[in-house]
């Protein structure tokens, strides 16, 4: 059997790679312009490589009965990684993936394919103007994961963007974003201050040292309307190999501090990453 090797083509926001893992036999990286975007392996796709990532399918395993099928709403798709993880652990489920390059799906799905009958749906288009004309009510989840570049755009970042998400979802539908920053954290500040304005529930996912100010990384927001099991959040998120800290109610709005939501004219993209960091926490 032939060794995988590297694939490296021009996308529409870039340059694409997908490198192989040699130590897992059908495991893939995905980098757009040297920064990591995805890792994906085909043959366990409950398996997730990157931090972020398992603070989010942590989420995801939390928001409802273990194997109930979710209506999720992706925004961002890179390698399709969580999509791959919803299918594998709550089949049955329906997902929609906004993805606004459109030749970066055409190679993940040529070189990446998903299973047959993953019930998984591919949209190339901008994931707020998908959002504004997404019916009401119709997701139980919606996970943004929107980058360009390394960057979270600003039109994913206001309050109206915020409230076109809570429209979207159910009453008991749950809002989760990967959103990188580092101290003094005006970016996730503001962005907790937004969502804070729209959801009755905020958790806030991330490294000790992050949070510390210590170096740049990424945080994983969680909103609801309802109450969130930020108990079992705790303890699946401290067993990581780089365990995290789960915040929420008075510790969180102290943090927030006087940040204040953020209008469409004042949003601006959540800052570069450092070299070395790629955003990928």
Same mark, same amino acid.
Do not use: C
């Given at each position: 059997?032939?060794?995988?090797?590297?694939?490296?083509?021009?996308?529409?926001?870039?340059?694409?790679?997908?490198?192989?893992?040699?130590?897992?036999?059908?495991?893939?990286?995905?980098?757009?312009?040297?920064?990591?975007?995805?890792?994906?392996?085909?043959?366990?796709?409950?398996?997730?490589?990157?931090?972020?990532?398992?603070? *989010?399918?942590?989420? %995801?395993?939390?928001?409802?009965?273990?194997?109930?099928?979710?209506?999720?709403?992706?925004?961002?798709?890179?390698? %399709?990684?969580?999509?791959?993880?919803?299918?594998?652990?709550?089949?049955?489920?329906?997902?929609?993936?906004?993805?606004?390059?459109?030749?970066?799906?055409?190679?993940?799905?040529?070189?990446? !394919?998903?299973?047959?009958?993953?019930?998984?749906?591919?949209?190339?288009?901008?994931?707020?103007?998908?959002?504004?004309?997404?019916?009401?009510?119709?997701?139980?989840?919606?996970?943004?994961?929107?980058?360009?570049?390394?960057?979270?755009?600003?039109?994913?970042?206001?309050?109206?963007?915020?409230?076109?998400?809570?429209?979207?979802?159910?009453?008991?539908?749950?809002? *989760?974003?990967?959103?990188?920053?580092?101290? !003094?954290?005006?970016?996730?500040?503001?962005? %907790?201050?937004?969502?804070?304005?729209?959801?009755?529930?905020?958790? %806030?996912?991330?490294?000790?040292?992050?949070?510390?100010?210590?170096?740049?990384?990424?945080? $994983?927001? $969680?909103?609801?309307?309802? !109450?969130?099991?930020?108990?079992?959040?705790?303890?699946?998120?401290?067993?990581?190999?780089?365990?995290?800290?789960?915040?929420?109610?008075?510790?969180?709005?102290?943090?927030?501090?006087?940040?204040?939501?953020?209008?469409?004219?004042?949003?601006?993209?959540?800052?570069? !990453?450092?070299?070395?960091?790629?955003?990928?926490?």
């Amino acid at each position: 059997m032939n060794e995988p090797i590297p694939v490296t083509l021009p996308v529409d926001q870039g340059v694409a790679k997908l490198m192989p893992d040699i130590d897992r036999k059908r495991a893939w990286l995905l980098t757009v312009d040297g920064a990591p975007q995805s890792y994906v392996d085909l043959d366990e796709p409950a398996y997730l490589e990157f931090e972020y990532a398992r603070r *989010l399918g942590h989420v %995801l395993d939390t928001v409802a009965e273990a194997g109930r099928p979710l209506d999720v709403l992706h925004l961002g798709g890179g390698a %399709l990684t969580l999509p791959r993880y919803l299918a594998a652990t709550r089949p049955g489920s329906r997902q929609d993936v906004v993805e606004s390059d459109r030749a970066l799906l055409e190679l993940v799905v040529e070189h990446l !394919p998903l299973p047959d009958g993953a019930g998984i749906a591919l949209h190339a288009a901008d994931a707020r103007a998908w959002l504004e004309t997404a019916p009401a009510d119709s997701a139980d989840v919606l996970v943004a994961d929107v980058f360009g570049g390394s960057r979270v755009p600003a039109h994913l970042t206001s309050l109206t963007y915020a409230r076109e998400a809570a429209r979207v979802l159910r009453a008991e539908g749950v809002y *989760l974003a990967n959103l990188p920053d580092a101290a !003094p954290f005006a970016f996730l500040r503001s962005q %907790l201050a937004t969502f804070a304005a729209v959801f009755e529930e905020l958790v %806030l996912i991330a490294e000790p040292g992050v949070l510390r100010g210590r170096r740049f990384g990424n945080a $994983v927001l $969680v909103a609801a309307h309802r !109450p969130l099991d930020t108990a079992a959040l705790a303890r699946r998120t401290a067993a990581d190999a780089f365990p995290a800290r789960v915040e929420h109610g008075p510790a969180l709005r102290d943090f927030i501090g006087d940040a204040a939501p953020v209008r469409d004219e004042d949003a601006v993209p959540s800052p570069e !990453p450092p070299d070395g960091a790629f955003g990928i926490g």
